[in-house]
Nanobody, 128 residues
Framework: QVQLVESGGGLAQPGGSLRLSCVGSGSIFDIDDMAWFRQVPGKQRELVASISRHGIANYVDSVKGRFTISRDNEKDKVDLQMNSLKPEDTAVYYC??????????????????????WGQGTQVTVSA
């Protein structure tokens, strides 16, 4: 069983900062991409930022230069530093990991199953 736990959401003023964290636990053999999404009521979930296992990051245009994604592979953790926050950043933020779990063994190594896991979501509100 795999679980992702998020923390760090809350209320910030326009121009302020928040830092989100997401930690994975359980039967994790390996993690590939980690990502942050956000969703507002009535809209589709939007990819905000992603980071590969080698640290290559990508961002949606609306957050470039303001948000920074980082990961700690030893701790199975991803962070999202959000600066210069705007009211339009208000949303529920979700982390997502692409995770391998071992379900057996092949003759030449572990048998892995890759799946996407999501955190429970954390509310970020930007308001004066």
């Amino acid at each position: 069983q795999v679980q992702l736990v998020e923390s760090g959401g809350g209320l910030a003023q326009p121009g302020g900062s928040l830092r989100l964290s997401c930690v994975g636990s359980g039967s994790i053999f390996d993690i590939d991409d980690m990502a942050w999404f956000r969703q507002v009521p009535g809209k589709q979930r939007e990819l905000v930022a992603s980071i590969s296992r080698h640290g290559i990051a990508n961002y949606v245009d609306s957050v470039k230069g303001r948000f920074t994604i980082s990961r700690d592979n030893e701790k199975d953790k991803v962070d999202l530093q959000m600066n210069s926050l705007k009211p339009e950043d208000t949303a529920v933020y979700y982390c997502k990991f692409h995770i391998a779990e071992q379900h057996g063994r092949h003759s030449d190594g572990p048998a892995l199953r890759w799946s996407d896991y999501w955190g429970q979501g954390t509310q970020v509100t930007v308001s004066a």
